[in-house]
């Protein structure tokens, strides 16, 4: 099991001094995390890390998931397509059998100090607080920046009985009555998808794949998914490819519920087909080794995306010292400061110009590099999730500006 | 016995719900939000950044000149001198002067791009009190290698300009320590040009240089 003094290395051991000074504010708060799903997904994620490290530090947190039949968790899932700017229909009925399950799962559970809830699957429960009390937060993981009018009417009667709801990028912010704290996600230096690799462990996935590592290679990891552009993608490298020698790596996982990506997957082989040095590699599921040494033996990382919540794949790149291109979307802007940790662009013919750049100029591409890792070290990585988690729960109980713990 | 007491702090950032998309809307708000706000679009990029030197512009600053894309009024926002500044008041009056300048009213059509506004935010500090204390200059240089970033930042940075104490805390402490030339030393260090381990670095070497005075 990680333990929290493996972080020392990496973020310091003051750091990590820091993080026990704001647990010990917590003595005697207990902490319940509730979701609607005990594995996959980003919360699950998240929470299966940070609860060990969290009791760790000597803070009593727990995990609770509420049980939901089929029918809850269509109109959950219509919610979730509702909050991402789909155009969905809700009826009554729907919301009615949202709330009854709900009550249900809050007539049925054991609240903790702080009730951490997280998504809007269970953001009901918040009904409980008029008999129980105690401190509730509301945590959004989801890209909120333009929900359908009606579903957000409906949740926001429930968020703003909470003390404070937390988004994960600026732009999902909204007009509220109650605080709204940013807390970004971040990753896992020690997971298998981020910790070091020895050279001949990169070399011998670029080899299992066809890859040559002596030639320069840039690598976008993402879904096969219209909002990740693929295409566009394959386009910025074509163009690129007129001036500098490059092979092309699109890794991912292929199945999406994207009607349209069927379609894109089709296209995105048709184009491989047509060019030895596209590798396009659908990835199985539990590859984080191979998503880790194609990342570490890439030349440069792309994440050409159109639309993202927050786009980890650029922390994950950033942290492996990649010069990076992403685009100006979601939380990208938060990882990427344009020309000094990375570079962000607007279009097919910007990501080009700034593919050849980098792969002309490896100086200025290692110094990005260096600075993106350097940012992602100080600003994403899990132990600044804990603390902006620790801090979280302490301005629970303090109202000022400046707080002398 | 005068002693330094160590602090760290640590900082939690609240969305205010409020954005621009062109230059009036950014006066409007640096205008009506509160202190904390315009201290964390000075120092974000700083703490955030703290390994960069020179260190990017403020918030404002680089949103005009890579989001709004006018190089001329992003420079002379990211021109303003933080470290002359005794208040938070004091610097938001001088954004609102340069945004408020005549030639900068005929840049009110620049649009941002949609998705790419400005979006408010301000900074709550909390303070802790970390179990390092010096007793002399000595202690003090050896405490000084071992402590977080946040620590010198608190003592620096928010120390004089956030919580208006006038000087940074080392150099009242040097003072107290009968030590005027380091004390006068380190304050007039421009915390803004360094990195914080660059400074770090530098503060040492002038407690080993001038400390024995």
Redesign the interface.
């Given at each position: 099991m990680v333990k929290i003094e493996d972080y020392a290395p990496i973020v310091?051991q003051?750091?990590v001094?820091?993080l026990y000074?704001?647990a010990g504010r917590l003595e005697g708060k207990q902490i319940q995390n509730i979701n609607s799903t005990a594995v996959g997904g980003g919360v699950a994620e998240i929470l299966t890390r940070m609860i060990p490290l969290l009791t760790q530090l000597g803070v009593q947190a727990r995990w609770d998931v509420i049980k939901g039949n089929e029918k809850f968790f269509t109109i959950t899932k219509k919610f979730h397509n509702g909050l991402h700017g789909v155009s969905v229909d809700v009826g009554k009925d729907e919301y009615d059998a949202f709330l009854e399950v709900n009550r249900e799962n809050a007539a049925a559970m054991d609240f903790g100090d702080i009730v951490f809830v997280h998504d809007p699957q269970p953001v009901a429960l918040i009904e409980r607080r008029k008999d129980l009390g105690r401190n509730w937060i509301w945590r959004c993981h989801i890209d909120f920046?333009k929900p359908n009018p009606e579903i957000w009417n409906f949740l926001q009667q429930f968020i703003e009985q909470y003390d404070s709801a937390v988004?994960s990028a600026?732009?999902f912010?909204?007009?509220?009555a109650i605080?709204?704290?940013?807390?970004s996600p971040s990753i896992d230096p020690l997971s298998e998808k981020n910790r070091d690799l020895p050279e001949d462990a990169i070399d011998s996935v670029f080899s299992r794949f066809g890859i040559d590592r002596s030639r320069p290679v840039i690598t976008q990891i993402s879904r096969f998914d219209y909002l990740k552009d693929p295409l566009g993608v394959i386009k910025a490298y074509k163009i690129a490819k007129k001036h500098a020698d490059l092979q092309l790596v699109l890794a991912g996982g292929g199945a999406t519920d994207d009607p349209e990506g069927p379609v894109i997957m089709q296209q995105v082989k048709e184009e491989a087909d047509k060019d030895k040095d596209i590798f396009v590699l659908f990835l199985p599921p539990a590859s984080d080794f191979e998503i880790n040494a194609l990342q570490r033996g890439s030349t440069v990382a792309l994440q050409k995306s159109l639309k993202e919540g927050f786009g980890l794949t650029v922390s994950e790149a950033l942290w492996k010292g990649k010069p990076t291109i992403a685009s100006?979307?979601g939380g990208i802007?938060l990882q990427i400061?344009?020309k000094?940790?990375g570079i962000l662009t607007?279009s097919i013919d910007g990501t080009a110009y700034w593919i050849k750049q980098l792969i002309h100029e490896p100086q200025y591409a290692q110094r990005l590099g260096v600075?993106g890792r350097?940012?992602i070290k100080?600003?994403f990585l899990i132990t600044r999730h804990i603390?902006?988690y620790l801090?979280?729960f302490?301005?629970l109980f303090r109202q000022?500006?400046?707080?002398?713990? | 016995m005068n002693e330094f007491y160590f602090n760290?702090k640590?900082?939690?950032?609240?969305?205010?719900?409020r954005t621009a998309k062109n230059i009036p809307e950014l006066l409007e708000g640096v205008k009506e939000v509160?202190?904390?706000s315009i201290y964390y679009h000075t120092h974000k990029?700083l703490h955030?950044?703290?390994?960069?030197s020179p260190e990017?512009p403020n918030d404002f600053s680089?949103w005009i000149a890579?989001v709004l894309n006018d190089a001329q009024l992003g420079e002379i926002m990211s021109s303003v001198d933080i470290i002359q500044f005794q208040s938070l008041e004091d610097l938001r009056s001088r954004f609102i002067e340069i945004l408020s300048e005549q030639p900068h009213q005929e840049r009110r059509t620049l649009l941002a791009?949609q998705?790419?506004?400005f979006?408010f935010?301000?900074?709550?500090?909390?303070?802790?009190r970390?179990p390092h204390v010096a007793h002399d200059l000595e202690e003090f240089t050896e405490v000084l290698k071992?402590?977080?970033v946040?620590?010198l930042y608190y003592h620096i940075f928010d120390a004089k300009l956030?919580?208006e104490k006038g000087e940074n805390d080392f150099s009242r402490w040097f003072r107290d320590m009968g030590k005027p030339e380091l004390a006068e030393r380190v304050a007039r260090l421009d915390p803004y040009t360094f990195t914080l381990e660059g400074l770090r670095s530098r503060i040492i070497r002038l407690v080993e240089q001038y400390g024995k005075n």
């Amino acid at each position: 099991m990680v333990k929290i003094e493996d972080y020392a290395p990496i973020v310091g051991q003051a750091m990590v001094d820091e993080l026990y000074l704001l647990a010990g504010r917590l003595e005697g708060k207990q902490i319940q995390n509730i979701n609607s799903t005990a594995v996959g997904g980003g919360v699950a994620e998240i929470l299966t890390r940070m609860i060990p490290l969290l009791t760790q530090l000597g803070v009593q947190a727990r995990w609770d998931v509420i049980k939901g039949n089929e029918k809850f968790f269509t109109i959950t899932k219509k919610f979730h397509n509702g909050l991402h700017g789909v155009s969905v229909d809700v009826g009554k009925d729907e919301y009615d059998a949202f709330l009854e399950v709900n009550r249900e799962n809050a007539a049925a559970m054991d609240f903790g100090d702080i009730v951490f809830v997280h998504d809007p699957q269970p953001v009901a429960l918040i009904e409980r607080r008029k008999d129980l009390g105690r401190n509730w937060i509301w945590r959004c993981h989801i890209d909120f920046s333009k929900p359908n009018p009606e579903i957000w009417n409906f949740l926001q009667q429930f968020i703003e009985q909470y003390d404070s709801a937390v988004f994960s990028a600026p732009a999902f912010a909204r007009k509220l009555a109650i605080p709204q704290v940013l807390i970004s996600p971040s990753i896992d230096p020690l997971s298998e998808k981020n910790r070091d690799l020895p050279e001949d462990a990169i070399d011998s996935v670029f080899s299992r794949f066809g890859i040559d590592r002596s030639r320069p290679v840039i690598t976008q990891i993402s879904r096969f998914d219209y909002l990740k552009d693929p295409l566009g993608v394959i386009k910025a490298y074509k163009i690129a490819k007129k001036h500098a020698d490059l092979q092309l790596v699109l890794a991912g996982g292929g199945a999406t519920d994207d009607p349209e990506g069927p379609v894109i997957m089709q296209q995105v082989k048709e184009e491989a087909d047509k060019d030895k040095d596209i590798f396009v590699l659908f990835l199985p599921p539990a590859s984080d080794f191979e998503i880790n040494a194609l990342q570490r033996g890439s030349t440069v990382a792309l994440q050409k995306s159109l639309k993202e919540g927050f786009g980890l794949t650029v922390s994950e790149a950033l942290w492996k010292g990649k010069p990076t291109i992403a685009s100006a979307v979601g939380g990208i802007p938060l990882q990427i400061t344009h020309k000094y940790s990375g570079i962000l662009t607007h279009s097919i013919d910007g990501t080009a110009y700034w593919i050849k750049q980098l792969i002309h100029e490896p100086q200025y591409a290692q110094r990005l590099g260096v600075n993106g890792r350097e940012h992602i070290k100080n600003n994403f990585l899990i132990t600044r999730h804990i603390k902006d988690y620790l801090l979280l729960f302490i301005s629970l109980f303090r109202q000022e500006d400046i707080v002398y713990l | 016995m005068n002693e330094f007491y160590f602090n760290t702090k640590l900082d939690q950032t609240l969305l205010l719900g409020r954005t621009a998309k062109n230059i009036p809307e950014l006066l409007e708000g640096v205008k009506e939000v509160p202190e904390a706000s315009i201290y964390y679009h000075t120092h974000k990029f700083l703490h955030q950044h703290h390994f960069l030197s020179p260190e990017p512009p403020n918030d404002f600053s680089y949103w005009i000149a890579e989001v709004l894309n006018d190089a001329q009024l992003g420079e002379i926002m990211s021109s303003v001198d933080i470290i002359q500044f005794q208040s938070l008041e004091d610097l938001r009056s001088r954004f609102i002067e340069i945004l408020s300048e005549q030639p900068h009213q005929e840049r009110r059509t620049l649009l941002a791009p949609q998705g790419e506004e400005f979006h408010f935010m301000c900074s709550r500090t909390f303070v802790l009190r970390t179990p390092h204390v010096a007793h002399d200059l000595e202690e003090f240089t050896e405490v000084l290698k071992r402590v977080s970033v946040n620590s010198l930042y608190y003592h620096i940075f928010d120390a004089k300009l956030r919580l208006e104490k006038g000087e940074n805390d080392f150099s009242r402490w040097f003072r107290d320590m009968g030590k005027p030339e380091l004390a006068e030393r380190v304050a007039r260090l421009d915390p803004y040009t360094f990195t914080l381990e660059g400074l770090r670095s530098r503060i040492i070497r002038l407690v080993e240089q001038y400390g024995k005075n």
